[in-house]
């Protein structure tokens, strides 16, 4: 009798745990929204992992156009800061424009003239840092614009 007992307590056990591991899907519903956020995510990783490995690739990098590019940023961040200097969000995007154009000519520039990259990176690098802070220094950010303006088009004229 005692087995019975025992017998009928352990499949009610098995039977309640059986019920709790399924409460959390309602008909596959969740296990499905789980497979397309899977499917999402490896499809994001495959699209992030063709973009690094076309980056990684030997492609000749066009210094003069994307100095160009950085000139350009510059000059959008001096008319921005004096436009309207308390809008921090318009000079945080505009330094990652210039940080992205930056980086897309840097080993080159480097390679290139490796004493006008030290010379660029000496203001540049600060003004990216300083259009990144939650209340930039205006006054800094129109001198290292200006500075570094200077500097990328003597590196231009070479």
Known sequence: MKK???????????????AGCSAGTDDGQATEELTETEVES?????????????????????????SEKVSTSLQNLKDAVET????VIQIQSIGNEIQESWDAIEKEVEAQQPEEYKDIEETLY????????????????????????????????K
């Open 84 to 87: 309207d200097a308390e809008d």
């Open 4 to 18: 019975f007992g025992y017998f009928f307590a352990a499949v009610g056990c098995v039977v309640l745990i059986a």
């Open 42 to 66: 490896e499809q994001m990783t495959d699209e992030m992992a063709e973009e690094t490995a076309g980056m990684n690739e030997s492609e000749p990098v066009d210094v003069i156009s994307g």
């Open 126 to 157: 600060p003004l990216i840092n300083e259009t990144q802070k939650e209340q930039p220094d205006v006054e800094t950010i129109k001198q290292l614009t200006e500075d570094t303006a200077v500097k990328i088009e003597a590196f231009r004229e």
